[in-house]
């Protein structure tokens, strides 16, 4: 029997900038990003969480359909969720769940953004 490997990356956010997100530039969503992992199936539940030191959360979740087999899915995070209740030294946390077909809920490692006004 072979031991199965982690294969999911941490996620991305598109807006970042060396590690920071700087909310008062956003001029709309910012745009959080799966990318492409191994094993991908058409009906993967991919669902995208975020979770602010300021107390917000967001998540939304796609199901995978062929087309978009081997490549990133991008998901809109609106802006309030970074901007309400914005504290100096703020951060959010991003990560996603991939849930496969009769297969437990693979998390993602965390992405760790710092939010600047």
């Not at 997100?21 to 992992?37: F, I, M, Q, R």
């Not at 359909?65 to 946390?93: N, R, W």
């Amino acid at each position: 029997m072979t031991t199965q490997v982690k294969a999911l990356a941490a996620p991305l956010l598109k807006e970042a900038e060396d590690g920071k997100l700087y909310v008062g530039k956003l001029t709309g969503a910012a745009h959080g990003e799966v990318p492409p992992y191994p094993h991908a199936s058409v009906g993967d539940r991919i669902t995208f969480h975020v979770v602010t030191t300021s107390g917000n959360t967001w998540q939304d979740h796609h199901v995978l359909t062929a087309p978009e087999l081997g490549k990133p899915i991008t998901f809109l995070i609106p802006k309030d969720v970074f901007e309400k209740k914005l504290t100096p030294e703020a951060t959010a946390d991003l990560h996603y769940i991939v849930t496969r077909l009769n297969q437990a809920p693979e998390p993602s490692p965390p992405l760790r953004i710092k939010l600047e006004r």
